[in-house]
Structures are given as C-alpha cells and as structure tokens.
C-alpha cells in the first residue's frame, strides 16, 4: 500500500511501486483531467503539482510521492491564482482540443504563483515543456497576461 | 421547402424537404396536457437537432465530431441564431450514429466530419431546425394567448406579446409547441438581423476543459473494463508468426494476451500493467512480406518517376509550344515527407459486446464507414453499432480513417479475448505515431516558360505521389480516369491565369505504407509548391511577388481580395526593421484555396548566420464566406498557423529499410511556444455561404514562410522540412 495525498485527500493505492504517478491518477483514483500524451516527460500533458512544483506525472514513479502533497486539475479553481487562470482560459476561448489544456493550465499556474508579472519571454521559458498540437500559444500567453493583470 | 411529406411512424414524426435535404423531426415521446406552470419532465423535440427541456434547456444535437475546431459551438450558433434562444442556456450534445437523420449532406448517405464541411452542409440545414421550432413556440403561445403570431416576439429564450405584455420562457411553452405541426414554410432571418452569427458567442466547451472534466475516449471506465496495449509489427505489412506470452501473463494485473490480425494484444486490468504485459511479450514475426524500403530510396524512385510524362490531370493551351519559344525557363523541384498527425490524445477505442449488439465510445469522425466495419466483425447490422460521441483530443484527419483502422483493431481484441469484457484499446505514443496513415510523400517538379517582356508563357507541374482514395469507399466519388482529385488539388485548378498550362501525376502503387489525409490534405503540399515557384517567377520576371499575383488574378475576385488584405495589413512594400547584427530578414506571401475559402499570409523571418530561423510574425486575411463566429475563425487561423510550422521546421516521419524511425515527440517535434509567431488574422467581410476553416489556414503558411527566407537569404526552400544548414550564410 502506498499513502498518496492528492488534493488534500488521502488515499491508500494497491499498486507497482514503479507505476507513473499519472496512472495512479487516472486508472486507480479516476482523476482523469490529468492527460497521458507521450510517457516520456516530453509533452506536458501530465503536469501536476507536487508540493507547489510542476512535475511529469508519467514519469514520476508514485512511490517516490508517498506522502507529498499532489495537486491535479481538479483542484485548480481552489486557489486565487488557479481560478484566474481558467477564468483568463475561458474569457479568451483559449482551447480547441483540449487535451492539453490541463497541462497547460497547471504550468501557468506554477508560474503566476512565483512571478506575478511575466514577460512573454517568461511565459514561453515556464510553457516550452507543454506541447499543445492545435497551437493554441498566441491565446495560452494572451491568457497568462490576462490572469496576471486580474492578480494585480 | 415546398413539397413536404410529413408521415407518422411510433410517435415519431419524418418529414422530408427538399433538394438532398433530409430532417427527420421527431415529436416528443411524452407530451401530456400539462397545466401551464406545472413542472414536468415533458420536452419539446422539434427535429434531431433540438431538445427543448420544460426546465428551459435548449439542446443542440451536434451531428458533427468537435476535435478542437470549434465545430459544437458553430452548430449551436446556426441553430441558436434562427431560434433566438439565449445563448448563455444553449448546451451541446452529440448525435448519435444515424444517418438517416445526421449524414453529412455533402457526403450523400454517410454521417462523417471532414473536408472542413460541418458548417457549410448545416449552415441551411440548422437554420430551417431552428426556425421551424421557433415557428412552433410562436404557434403555441398565439394559441394559449389567442392572439395573432404576427404580434408575438421572440428573443433570448423569452416568447412575447408586446401588446398585452405576456412573455413566456421557452421551458413553458415546451408541451404546448410539441403539439403544433411541423410547419411547411419558415422565413429565414435576414443576415442585418443575426444576432449571433458574425458576434460573438463563446465556446460551449470552454469550461469542460478548464477544469479537466471534458470526457475523452481516453477517460472512459466501465465497470470490468480491461485496458489493452497491442505489440504492433515493426514493419508495414509483417504479421505475427508465433509469440510468448508466459513472461507478459506473469505481470500482475495482466488477465489475458490475444492474437489479432494486427499484432498480439495484452489485456490487463490497467494501462500500466497492460504496458508492462506488452513490453514483457516476445513476438516472432513474418516480415517475408514486409514492406522494405526507406524514404531516401523511395524519393529516388519518385524522382525517376518524374523524368517520365504522367497522367493528365489538366491542360490548357500548348505548353510545348511555350516552352519552345520562351525567352527564359525556370525550373524547380520540391520534396515533401511523410507527415504524422500526432493528435495529443493518441488513437484509442472502447467498445462493449452486449445482448442488444455493440456499443462503442471514440472520438467518431466517420460514424457509418466505422459501424459497417465493426457490424461485419461482429456480425451485427450496421444499426446494432451504437456510438457515443465523445470529444476528441485532436484528429487533424487521423481518425476519419476509411479502413478504420484503430476501431477495427478494438473490435479483434473484444472478438479474440470472447467479448466477455468491455475493453479499451489504449496506443501508446510509439504506437500512434509508428502506425502509419500518413499524409503521403510527394516529390513536385515545376517549369515555368517566360516571353522576352517576362511574361508568363507556360507552366508544367508533375506530381508525384501514392494515392489517399484508391481502394477506399470515397474512390467512386473523387478517383477520375486514374487521378486521385485529393494528390492533384490546389495544383490541378491553379487559379493563375496561364495560357498554357500543364499538370500531370504518376502514382506509385507498391509503396505499402498506408497514407490518409493530413489536415489540408493535398492542399499540404500543393500550396507549397506552386507559391513557392511563382516567387522564383517573379524573381526571374523582376516582378514584385503581390503585384505579379494580381496580374495573374485577374478573374479570381476572392483571391485578390485575401492578398490584397494581407499585402496592405502587413505593411508589404514598406521596410522591415533591421534584426540584431549578422542576421537576414525578410517577409513572404501566399495565396491559396481550399474547401472553398481563401487564405492569404505574409510572413516576416530573421535567419539567424548559422541558419536558424525564427517567424517572427504572420500576418492572415480570409474569405470563408459568413463567418459564423469570427473569434473561431481567428483562433483556427492561428492554430493552422502553428501546426503548419511545426511541419514547416520539424515534420518529418522517415523509413529506414521500412520500419518508422520516429517514435515519440523527441524524434517528431511539434511546435513549441517558444517558436509560435505572433499571429493577426483578418476576416475579409462577406455575404457567401459560409465555407470551412478548420484546414485552409494551413497550406499558405509554410510557402509564405520559404518565400521569405528566399527574400532574406535568396534560397528558397526545396525540401521540407527546411534545412538550417543550407540557410547559413
């Protein structure tokens, strides 16, 4: 049994200790706002929280997280700087697929949470892990701009 | 809509128009006499594309598949629009597989999305759904108010009678309007009057997919779901000659391991442990009929193959004759790679066996070719397939696959394993990307024949490149005398007013790599080619690239217009800024059409002295006939913009002795934010039928980009993708 916290719950998981974090999410946890894109820390799609820091839930091991704090997704809209985030994603019709957006949405956040002014060259610095195929990067810095002026 | 039959079958009502036009509206199963005001779960169902709850829903049933073009909301807007419902209460549902009721109208009897036709086949369609229902609302509250329907108003979801001020919401006339006749003739809105359509009305899906709640295929969980993972061949056309499952079976949480005719598959309780099962298989396989070439030796076939005439595909004047008294000749060659889709959601299906038939959950993009597929495996009729729509995370063609390819391998692994459980086909990246349908490599030589006064004479264009349709079901409607229309569009009906003017194609036929349409579909490599050339043209005529495209535009009205938009928006003509010390700049255009909308681009680039190119800018004008929501159209044209670069800088699947190099994004690179342009998208305003815009922001892009790096560096690209070691200085 391996202890998880994930959004401030905690869970007991009966799992391989080397499952990815992001399985453990999705298959045992039903979390699935967390996406699997490419199992090799390459896309972004899988981003998480783990204590407050951006982290490839594909391939992070759930035993290496026992016990730290996991933030999804789900949880985004519990913080101030999460709920500008999607509030700035939905006033600019940011997604199409969507599939990556969960990814994308956690990275800002991550950002915006240490640097509540960034540039554009910032954004890209904090965003260049989070691969989005419809290219939605125009709207993604537009909304990351927009959320910061709503923390100000 | 004259010569309407209206026939009652099972409390359903079918009612046929005209010209092709086929709307079956049903009336509500339910609709007993309820007292005004009395809650009930009693809705109004006017027609398959809109449910009416008395708690004042408004459903749009959206026949169409939303992968991120925004295609649920444009639905919503056409019908929402003629309704005059509210649209922050419209919600969208997808239809199910039925076309009877949801096929594409341009597609005859099939239910399908692509060719960026989901607005232009609703656009008539959704407007007579919708107004027809809002007739009936206004007929049901001149009944209860017994007052004339001329005086009654509707707006926002709220029905009045301005006269005695009475308003009803939508919700309470619900019962009521189920009762009233479908009606023979509706008035349609003037467009001054649109009220949503051409405004703004944001998108249906945006919360879903803020908050991670948007369900894809990806997301499905059914109780004693098994999750399979395939050990795919490691060469087109190799089949399994026997395996060993004892280490795969011995993974905990592996139940079964099944052979299919695509590989051998692991069915396990999970995602990992299915992974863990397929990684642990050893597979011996029958590559004696494998396919064994590389892309290198498949290129120099092709380039072999273009010395020699093809098949017309079209001809006007004598190019001979041109060519025999030109005064200069240009010429040009241009190779084009295979392309993955690489959708962020890889290929992926869930299907149930049950007493009723099969249920399947994906992502459907072609709804009836899939459900004959899986009723002739399973022995089912093609009406026992239900399918439930779901999102998909991105298709750009991929999973509107004629063979079906991913559906049909979910439908071995249920049949092998004995339907007992419900299962998941889940493809790993190296799965989806290494499964081939690609969008095909091409090789294009181009001559030009100019006067002694640099006018342009003659133009000979061959292609060559396998074939997307031959052997699949569209191959009827769209393969003429041997030419695939998709390998020759863009190319074959060049809008350039040319006298003489030649186009032809060689189609291989024994490459064995299976090849689909890739967002803009010939478009892809034709815009390039034929833009990129006619800036070598204006080069050799020492004419100005936008000028020399007006003249040759002459009688392209639509044309014209999108580059003349985007000449003077971009500021062609004036300066670029200098860039940092040691690098180029320049800016480039293109024109191209496709699926019936107009795109022009100019670029701006600074190519760095070893090479590198950055895009700084792009400037997008666009002709898609009434732009239903103009925010869409913008977001489109800049996403195209990205994917086009991303093929532009990086795209490239490449065979070496027939298996796929490429397996995840580290060897197949998408566009990263860092390398996105700034993007301005101007929408030239227009009264046509509106056309599609989920492809044609793509194929201008990369023959802008390559026009101008030839304006900064005076080489322009002839093989994609670009190549930073022949941009040094």
């Not at chain 2, 007929?139 to 509707?154: G, L, M, Q, Y």
């Not at chain 2, 919401?169 to 349609?188: H, K, M, T, W």
């Not at chain 2, 392209?556 to 999108?562: A, E, F, I, L, Y």
Request: charged residues 20%; hydrophobic residues 45%.
């Amino acid at each position: 049994m391996i202890r998880l916290n994930v959004n401030g719950k905690l869970h007991a998981v009966d799992v391989a200790p080397d499952t990815p974090l992001l399985w453990v999410l999705r298959d045992t946890l039903g979390l699935t706002g967390t996406k699997y894109g490419c199992g090799q820390a390459l896309c972004g799609a899988c981003t998480v929280h783990v204590d407050g820091v951006p982290q490839r839930s594909c391939t992070t091991p759930v035993s290496a997280v026992a016990g730290r704090k996991i933030a999804t997704i789900e949880n985004a809209d519990r913080s101030r700087v999460g709920k500008a985030v999607q509030e700035a994603w939905r006033k600019l019709d940011v997604v199409q697929c969507g599939y990556c957006q969960s990814g994308q949405i956690m990275s800002a956040i991550a950002l915006l949470s240490q640097n509540r002014k960034p540039t554009d060259a910032d954004i890209d610095t904090a965003l260049a892990g989070n691969l989005c195929r419809c290219a939605t990067y125009v709207r993604i810095r537009a909304a990351v701009h927009l959320a910061a002026k709503s923390l100000a | 809509m004259s010569a309407m039959t209206i026939e009652n079958a099972s409390r359903r009502n079918f009612l046929q128009g005209v010209a092709g036009l086929t709307l079956s509206f049903c009336l509500p199963a339910v609709a007993a006499p309820a007292a005004a005001g009395k809650a009930t779960t009693v809705s109004f169902e006017p027609n398959a594309f809109l449910r009416i709850g008395s708690d004042n829903s408004v459903t749009v049933i959206a026949k169409h598949l939303e992968m991120g073009q925004g295609t649920y909301t444009g639905l919503g807007t056409i019908l929402a629009e003629e309704l005059d419902a509210d649209w922050k209460t419209v919600r969208i549902a997808g239809a199910p597989a039925d076309a009877a009721r949801y096929n594409n109208l341009f597609w005859g009897p099939a239910q399908g999305t692509g060719g960026s036709t989901a607005m232009a086949n609703s656009w008539d369609q959704l407007r007579q759904a919708g107004a027809s229902a809002r007739a009936m609302l206004v007929s049901a509250a001149a009944r209860r108010w017994k007052v004339a329907a001329s005086e009654i108003t509707v707006r926002d979801g709220i029905v009045s009678h301005p006269p005695s001020r009475r308003s009803l919401r939508f919700g309470e006339l619900a019962a009521d309007a189920a009762r009233e006749a479908v009606p023979a003739n509706v008035v349609l809105k003037e467009p001054k009057d649109f009220r949503l359509v051409g405004k703004h009305a944001p998108r249906k899906d945006s919360t879903e997919k803020t908050n991670g709640k948007a369900v894809f295929t990806q997301d499905i969980q059914l109780p004693g779901m098994l999750v399979a993972v395939v050990a795919h061949p490691p060469r087109f056309g190799a089949t399994v000659k026997s395996f060993d499952a004892g280490a795969a079976k011995r993974v905990k949480g592996v139940v079964d391991v099944v052979q299919i005719p695509s590989g051998v598959a692991v069915l396990a309780t999970d995602t990992w442990s299915a992974k863990k099962g397929r990684d642990a298989l050893t597979v011996d396989w029958d590559e004696s009929r494998a396919f064994k070439l590389g892309s290198e030796e498949i290129l120099a076939r092709y380039r072999e193959m273009a010395q020699q005439p093809g098949l017309v595909a079209h001809q006007a004047g004598n190019t001979d004759q041109a060519f025999a008294a030109a005064a200069k000749v240009v010429k040009a060659s241009y190779d084009f790679p295979y392309l993955a889709h690489a959708a962020m959601e890889p290929m992926n299906c869930v299907i149930r066996l049950s007493a009723e038939g099969c249920e399947v959950w994906n992502g459907e993009q072609l709804h009836t070719g899939d459900q004959h597929q899986l009723a002739g495996i399973f022995g089912l009729k093609p009406e026992q397939v239900k399918i439930n729509m779901l999102y998909a995370g991105g298709s750009f063609g991929r999973r509107a696959n004629t063979k079906s390819d991913y559906v049909v391998e979910a439908a071995q692994i249920v049949k092998a394993s004995g339907g007992k459980a419900p299962v998941k086909l889940v493809w790993l990246r190296e799965d989806d990307m290494r499964a081939g349908y690609y969008r095909p490599l091409f090789h294009h030589s181009l001559e030009a024949a100019l006067d002694a006064n640099g006018k342009l004479t003659g133009w000979r264009h061959r292609l060559v490149g396998q074939s997307i349709l031959m052997g699949s079901p569209f191959e009827a409607m769209m393969v003429k005398n041997g030419i695939d229309g998709v390998s020759v569009e863009g190319a074959a009906n060049l809008p350039y007013a040319i006298p003489n003017l030649r186009v032809d194609l060689h189609t291989p036929t024994d490459i064995a790599v299976p090849v689909l349409w890739w967002r803009s579909v010939g478009s892809s490599h034709t815009a390039y080619s034929t833009e990129v050339f006619l800036d070598l043209v204006a080069k050799a005529a020492g004419k100005d690239p936008v000028a020399l495209r007006l003249e040759l535009l002459g009688d392209k009205p639509r044309h014209s217009g999108v580059l003349r938009l985007a000449a003077e928006k971009s500021g062609w003509g004036t300066p670029l800024p200098p860039g940092a010390p040691g690098t180029r700049r320049g800016r480039g255009i293109a024109v191209h059409e496709s699926f019936h909308s107009y795109v022009a681009q100019v670029a701006e680039v600074t190519v760095a002295a070893d090479g590198t190119l950055k895009v700084d800018r792009v400037v997008c004008a666009v002709d898609c006939g009434i732009a239903i929501n103009p925010d869409n159209v913008r977001s489109q044209v800049e996403g195209a913009v990205g994917f086009a670069l991303a093929a532009a800088l990086h795209g490239e699947i490449t065979l070496k002795g027939g298996a796929v190099v490429q397996g995840n994004f580290d060897g197949y690179p998408l566009l990263r934010i860092d390398e996105m342009p700034r993007v301005e998208v101007h929408i030239l305003p227009s009264a046509a039928k509106p056309t599609g815009i989920g492809e044609p922001g793509v194929p201008p892009l990369a023959p802008a980009v390559a026009n101008a790096i030839g304006a900064a560096t005076g080489k322009y690209p002839g093989r994609l993708p670009f190549s930073t070691a022949e941009l040094r200085a």
